[in-house]
């Protein structure tokens, strides 16, 4: 891992771009404590090219660690038969909650 202080990294950042996009970290330190690393962005499987473009814009931020399917299994809310949602937050705003 390459490292380099903050003001190295300031005059050099183009270089140490160049690093990263290689494959290497590179640790950023102030004052020799370490205070930021820059790394590869490793974009996995699932992500779908249209958040890969949102996430270059800026627009969204990827996840650090590869998306599972886990977050299907979340409970999910009862559904009252019969009645549409609008109908059930109106209902709760009336009774305050």
Do not use: F, H, Y
């Amino acid at each position: 891992m390459t490292t380099a202080s903050v003001s190295e990294a300031k005059n050099q950042l183009s270089a140490l771009l160049r690093l990263v996009q290689a494959g290497e970290s590179v640790l950023i330190t102030d004052r020799g404590i370490p205070v930021a690393r820059l790394e590869p962005v490793r974009l996995g499987a699932g992500i779908p090219a249209s958040v890969l473009g949102l996430a270059q814009q800026g627009l969204v931020q990827l996840p650090e660690i590869e998306p599972t399917d886990d977050w299907l299994d979340l409970p999910r809310p009862a559904v009252m038969s019969g009645r549409c949602g609008s109908d059930l937050l109106l209902d709760e705003r009336r009774e305050g909650r």
